[in-house]
């Protein structure tokens, strides 16, 4: 059995290796989902703690901490892969300052960009699933165009059609408006309002286009899989991440669909980071293979470390919502081009 699972789905059909990409990638949005459900029906315990400024609960500090230090870790790649930062030295270095300047002298500039973040959270996360279907695509030869495209829809859809269709993008909305910042006087004033009266045609408008387009868009894979091959692990991380993230959104509150799409988004971060810069960092350090893989690890483990203990002292200090709206940004921006399948940044 195993023997033919091997010869159908080859090792050169992966990204790393099976055992990493079912663990890692694939199937990281389901282990997501139940570790959300089981703290959802208190089968893992969430209480609530006192750290330092920090009050809340357990898991909502864990996802908070892992959050922001997958938003860090982005320097890994961005500032220690020497061949990427030759590439891009220029946005890498002046970037940074110039937006956290911004930030940090007009409370309207930190006010779009935070509203900036959270309109490019969802495009960002999408891009992240997207970048993994074409990596699956390259392994078996599929470098269609049409496909290509369609797919970044796909995954656009799969990621803010459940967020825009569902009753919790309010609750993301009264977040937002928490705080001394001017969202609420310049952009949310009357938003609610609206998001109420037109929740049900939100709805229809978004299901109304999956109809038409997810039967569009298996007519084209069955066209083109005539002349390119299809990627099994592309069609599961498709399949279970829109399932999680209709489950998520859909029958979940805010705060459990929100620790389990920000959960797996960062557990396939890390992941990612893990295995592209190991190489990079023996090269460049000259390091055998368990020393270069004890460096990494300890990076990423320093950056977990440092966020943890900001979380702990620094809860609601304006320099430190400056730092990470500007951290928030870079990151999606750097994302953009650090990790392009189409320009060979990652193969």
């Not at 038409?212 to 991440?241: C, D, G, M, R």
């Not at 990494?296 to 977990?304: A, G, H, K, R, V």
Request: with cysteine.
């Amino acid at each position: 059995m195993l023997h033919i699972i091997a010869k159908k789905f080859p090792s050169s059909s992966y990204i790393v290796s099976a055992v990493y990409d079912w663990i890692a990638f694939i199937l990281a949005p389901l282990i997501s989902l139940t570790l959300g459900m089981a703290i959802a029906y208190d089968i893992i315990t969430n209480q609530t703690i006192s750290l330092g400024r920090f009050e809340g609960e357990l898991w909502l500090y864990i996802v908070l901490v892992m959050t922001q230090a997958h938003l860090l870790i982005t320097g890994i790649r961005a500032y220690g892969n020497q061949k990427i930062y030759a590439l891009f030295r220029k946005r890498v270095l002046f970037g940074p300052p110039l937006l956290f300047l911004g930030n940090l002298l007009s409370p309207i500039f930190l006010t779009f960009s935070i509203v900036l973040n959270v309109a490019w959270d969802a495009y960002h996360s999408s891009l992240q699933t997207f970048g993994f279907t074409r990596l699956y695509d390259v392994r078996v030869g599929n470098y269609s165009p049409k496909i290509r495209m369609l797919d970044r829809f796909l995954n656009l859809l799969i990621y803010a059609g459940p967020i825009l269709g569902v009753v919790t993008l309010l609750a993301q909305i009264d977040l937002m408006k928490e705080g001394p910042l001017l969202i609420e006087t310049l952009f949310f004033k009357n938003i609610p309002f609206y998001v109420n009266l037109f929740a049900r045609d939100i709805l229809i408008t978004i299901l109304a286009i999956a109809a038409v387009f997810i039967p569009y868009y298996i007519y084209i894979v069955w066209q083109e899989s005539k002349t390119y091959p299809v990627s099994f692990q592309k069609v599961a991380i498709l399949i279970l991440t829109a399932m999680v993230s209709i489950l998520a959104w859909g029958f979940n509150t805010f705060g459990v669909a929100f620790l389990i799409m920000n959960f797996f988004h960062v557990w396939q971060y890390f992941a990612m980071v893990y295995w592209s810069e190991r190489s990079v960092i023996m090269k460049r350090f000259n390091l055998s293979s368990r020393v270069g893989i004890a460096l990494i690890f300890f990076l990423l483990c320093l950056f977990t470390i440092i966020t943890a203990v900001l979380e702990i002292l620094t809860v609601g200090v304006h320099l430190i919502v400056v730092f990470y709206t500007t951290l928030t940004t870079c990151h999606f921006w750097f994302d953009g081009f650090i990790w392009s399948v189409k320009k060979q940044h990652i193969k």
